[in-house]
């Protein structure tokens, strides 16, 4: 058995049929296990596509499915789709995403907002003895008084971690955690911020003393004409538990 990690597809389908090509995770055999860490739509194309085939994925028990803070962003327009957040619709790129999916049936919207919602904060895994949490952002332990503001749902998706963050400092559970496994940052930011150099041209998957960030900025694939350095180093990355073997399209 083989545990998959990716996460912030941003709408990059073409790149996630191919990064699933390569990786091939047997899902329907139910050998493997792949876990989506959220964002998936916005900033690319083909937003309304990816989600369209996240949420086929997401049928097998196999495959489980985070929130990121753009998917909490869509979730929250629907809800109120008489105010236009125009943070999220401008500063964050929802407009694609929007406008498609104002066009779809009304079945179809129903089926994309329920699965938005249900989407989790956060899940774990044991593997090798070793106990690993995945969110998009932030660890995050489900709606607990005691943990007060350190946990919230808003940090699961938001938070910023710099190259040394310590995202379970606060948490004084039984539970051992080896790593916090997530996206939301685009890895360049903890080469640059840790003086070290990447081992490639293009964004890798960074692997840090307490967590492992793995969103390589396929947000940045199709906006060469905006920055053409981050799309250039732009990818979409995955990385497999067992052997910590990573996957690149
Ligand atoms: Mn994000």
Same mark, same amino acid.
């Given at each position: 058995?083989?545990?998959?990690?990716?996460?912030?597809?941003?709408?990059?389908?073409?790149?996630?049929?191919?990064?699933?090509?390569?990786?091939?995770?047997?899902?329907?055999?139910?050998?493997?296990?792949?876990?989506?860490?959220?964002?998936?739509?916005?900033?690319?194309?083909?937003?309304?596509?990816?989600?369209?085939?996240?949420?086929?994925?997401?049928?097998?028990?196999?495959?489980?499915?985070?929130?990121?803070?753009?998917?909490?962003?869509?979730?929250?327009?629907?809800?109120?789709?008489?105010?236009?957040?125009?943070?999220?619709?401008?500063?964050?790129?929802?407009?694609?995403?929007?406008?498609?999916?104002?066009?779809?049936?009304?079945?179809?919207?129903?089926?994309?907002?329920?699965?938005?919602?249900?989407?989790?904060?956060?899940? /774990?895994?044991?593997?090798?003895?070793?106990?690993?949490?995945?969110?998009?952002?932030?660890?995050?332990?489900?709606?607990?008084?005691?943990?007060?503001?350190?946990?919230?749902?808003?940090?699961?998706?938001?938070?910023?971690?710099?190259?040394?963050?310590?995202?379970?400092?606060?948490?004084?559970?039984?539970?051992?955690?080896?790593?916090?496994?997530?996206?939301?940052?685009?890895?360049?930011?903890?080469?640059?911020?840790?003086?070290?150099?990447?081992?490639?041209?293009?964004?890798?998957?960074?692997?840090?003393?307490?967590?492992?960030?793995?969103?390589?900025?396929?947000?940045?694939? /199709?906006?060469?004409?905006?920055?053409?350095?981050?799309?250039?180093?732009?990818?979409?990355?995955?990385?497999?538990?067992?052997?910590?073997?990573?996957?690149?399209?």
């Amino acid at each position: 058995m083989s545990t998959y990690v990716v996460s912030d597809l941003h709408g990059a389908y073409d790149r996630f049929i191919k990064l699933m090509d390569i990786m091939a995770p047997d899902i329907e055999g139910g050998k493997d296990e792949l876990y989506i860490l959220g964002d998936y739509g916005d900033w690319g194309e083909k937003s309304i596509e990816t989600i369209r085939y996240v949420m086929e994925l997401d049928r097998s028990e196999h495959v489980h499915c985070i929130k990121g803070n753009h998917d909490l962003m869509f979730e929250e327009q629907i809800l109120k789709p008489d105010y236009l957040d125009a943070n999220w619709y401008y500063s964050n790129m929802g407009m694609k995403t929007w406008d498609a999916y104002c066009k779809l049936e009304s079945e179809e919207r129903e089926s994309i907002a329920s699965w938005l919602k249900d989407l989790k904060y956060s899940l /774990e895994f044991e593997i090798d003895g070793e106990l690993y949490m995945v969110a998009h952002a932030y660890p995050y332990f489900g709606n607990r008084g005691n943990l007060g503001y350190l946990y919230t749902t808003h940090d699961a998706v938001w938070m910023r971690l710099n190259w040394d963050s310590d995202p379970f400092s606060d948490y004084h559970g039984r539970k051992r955690y080896r790593a916090l496994i997530c996206g939301h940052t685009i890895t360049s930011r903890y080469f640059i911020q840790s003086g070290l150099n990447k081992p490639f041209e293009h964004n890798c998957i960074y692997k840090g003393p307490h967590f492992i960030g793995i969103d390589c900025g396929a947000k940045c694939i /199709e906006y060469s004409h905006l920055w053409a350095r981050e799309a250039k180093e732009a990818r979409l990355g995955a990385l497999r538990i067992e052997d910590m073997k990573e996957f690149y399209a």
